[in-house]
């Protein structure tokens, strides 16, 4: 069975990147009929917080990647908190050391540091090996560590020789021996680096395909070394090509909203977001661009992954979201966007007058924050304006035309064209002075989608308040 994993750090808010590479596992893992893991990488203590951990996880549900194991659902391997698993990797540590694939160090940081320097200075690479930590290995530097209750680092034996990945986006990737020296896998402090915990927790997580961003690709020469102490078959690889912003660097928050949070605050659709993070990097085989989720997992595949950057184009996705803002559901988007309407300060108390009013909005807004202010005349009375002298008589022959119609657009209508008739003002005149009435703007819905929502009270209030009368 396909096991794929997301494993974030919860340090921060969720990335795109990082979005995107838990889509595309959660992609695979449906498509697959697998299992997708959200293992939760928390042993960086002073940056990891729980916090962190309850937002990511609430941004996963929001997008609608559910996993099938992680920390609050189970599992059959778990924990799934790496913090929780500590003790699993002293032991998988200390096995490697009896079998004289690994051994511990007592040099301390700093000594560690300056051998580190020496190698430097000399011309050398700051690549370690066993004999140079000998010399700390003594009687007494082990009583001292025991006395101050540390615990020596563990460093793996790397050994010197060439390895080949066959990654699924990358191709043949060779990694020439002698490009690094013997490594730490667990610290002074008792926590295991990176690299050990993710192989540890893959290979016992039984995890069959690692699908990240190519970031890590320089992580996975040291990963597959452990992997071949364990005797392990690795797991196969797809690392997917980096995210860039429009200037071609690398995405960062330079370029604007980088988090998943922040895109849902700015008002997108969780299914635009995830349509258009599926097209970094991935295309679908006919070339289509909107696609729901189900057609996603149906079409989605590790062969179609592209090894170039994916460009991040603001623009393009808020294009996607306003297509999906006029398609959605009416209901659905009434309860979207009252969060948004409470924020404008636009009370909405008559969930049927929003339906209405959002059936003629939504076409013109892009994001769920522009809704507001595109319906805000349907809440509020504009600015008042003055009409023009010239078409004065003509707005005061309509008011007294209008007073006692039946508020029926057909009816409606026909008043507006005996008025245009009668005054002998052109018509682009006289509805451009009505819309500005009505609502404070010069574009917008159609006046006769617009009347019949405002009512007659509100029509004649502002028609009033423009010729004078009112307030």
Not at 290 to 314: G, H, Q, T, V, W
Request: contains cysteine; aromatic residues 12%; negative net charge.
């Amino acid at each position: 069975m396909v096991r794929v994993r997301f494993a974030p750090s919860p340090t921060g808010f969720l990335h795109v990147g990082g979005a995107r590479t838990a889509l595309f596992n959660f992609l695979f893992a449906r498509k697959e009929k697998g299992r997708f893991v959200l293992r939760i990488e928390d042993t960086d203590l002073e940056r990891s917080e729980r916090e962190y951990e309850e937002k990511l996880m609430d941004s996963l549900r929001w997008l609608g990647l559910m996993w099938d194991e992680g920390p609050d659902v189970g599992g059959d391997f778990g924990p799934y908190r790496q913090s929780e698993r500590v003790e699993i990797y002293r032991k998988y540590a200390e096995m490697l050391v009896k079998e004289g694939k690994a051994y511990y160090v007592y040099a301390y940081p700093e000594e560690i540091e300056e051998i580190r320097e020496k190698l430097l200075s000399e011309g050398k690479p700051p690549h370690y090996s066993q004999d140079m930590f000998e010399e700390y290995d003594t009687p007494e530097r082990r009583r001292e560590y025991e006395e101050k209750g540390l615990s020596p680092a563990v460093f793996f034996k790397m050994p010197r020789k060439d390895y080949t990945l066959n990654d699924v986006v990358k191709g043949e990737v060779v990694f020439r021996k002698g490009s690094i020296g013997d490594f730490v896998i667990m610290r002074s402090n008792g926590l295991p680096t990176y690299n050990f915990a993710c192989v540890v927790d893959d290979m016992l997580m039984e995890i069959t395909h690692v699908i990240r961003g190519d970031d890590h690709l320089s992580n996975t020469l040291r990963q597959l070394a452990i992997y071949e102490a364990f005797e392990r078959k690795p797991p196969v690889f797809a690392h997917v090509s980096t995210i860039l912003g429009p200037d071609g660097k690398k995405l960062s928050k330079r370029h604007g909203a980088t988090s998943v949070e922040a895109f849902r605050e700015m008002g997108y659709l969780s299914e635009a977001v995830v349509n258009y993070l599926a097209l970094l990097g991935w295309s679908h085989p006919e070339g289509k661009e909107i696609l729901s989720m189900e057609e996603l997992i149906a079409s989605f595949s590790l062969d179609r992954l592209s090894p170039n950057p994916a460009i991040f184009d603001p623009q393009k996705l808020k294009w996607m979201n306003g297509y999906y803002l006029r398609n959605v559901p009416i209901e659905r988007l009434v309860e979207l966007s009252r969060p948004f309407f409470e924020k404008a300060g636009l009370k909405v108390d008559d969930e049927d007058y929003l339906k209405k009013v959002l059936e003629v909005t939504r076409e013109r807004a892009e994001t769920l924050a522009d809704l507001p202010e595109e319906a805000r005349f349907f809440f509020e009375d504009p600015e008042p304006m003055d009409i023009p002298e010239e078409l004065k008589p003509a707005f005061a022959s309509l008011r007294e035309e209008i007073q006692s119609v039946d508020w029926e657009m057909d009816h409606i209508v026909k008043i507006f064209k005996k008025v245009l008739k009668n005054s002998k003002i052109k018509p682009r005149d006289f509805y451009m002075t009505l819309r500005r009435i009505l609502t404070g703007k010069d574009e917008g819905p159609e006046l006769v989608n617009i009347i019949p929502i405002l009512g007659k009270e509100v029509f004649m209030r502002r028609l009033e308040r423009a010729l004078g009368g009112g307030t």
